[in-house]
């Protein structure tokens, strides 16, 4: 059994920082990647960033510039560092394991609205 623990969403306005969190624990010896998607209402869930246990990061081009998503695969975890957020940043944030064996676990998503 895995789980995945987020922090650090809430209310920003535009121009704000936050910073989510994610560390996996259970059983999981390390991932072969690990990052975040995120959900608007009436929307899909889509990928924000994400990092392979190598370290290679990849983005979406919404976010690139202005988000930062670091990881360690020693400790199952990986850190978005968000600046500059925008209204259209507002969405339930979920952090996604994949382990070697191709078995994909979510956590249960946090809140981000960017509101003035």
């Known amino acids: 059994q895995v789980q995945l623990v987020e922090s650090g969403g809430g209310l920003v306005q535009p121009g704000g920082s936050l910073r989510l969190s994610c560390v996996a624990s259970g059983s999981v010896l390390r991932f072969a990647d690990m990052g975040w998607y995120r959900q608007a209402p009436g929307e899909e869930r889509d990928l924000v960033a994400s990092?392979?246990?190598?370290?290679?990061?990849n983005y979406a081009d919404s976010v690139k510039g202005r988000f930062t998503l670091s990881g360690d695969n020693t400790k199952n975890s990986v850190y978005l560092q968000m600046n500059s957020l925008k209204p259209e940043d507002t969405a339930v944030y979920f952090c996604?394991?994949?382990?070697?064996?191709?078995?994909?676990?979510w956590g249960q998503g946090t809140q981000v609205t960017v509101s003035s």
């Open positions: 990092i392979t246990s190598g370290g290679t990061t």
């Open positions: 996604r394991l994949r382990n070697p064996f191709n078995s994909i676990y």
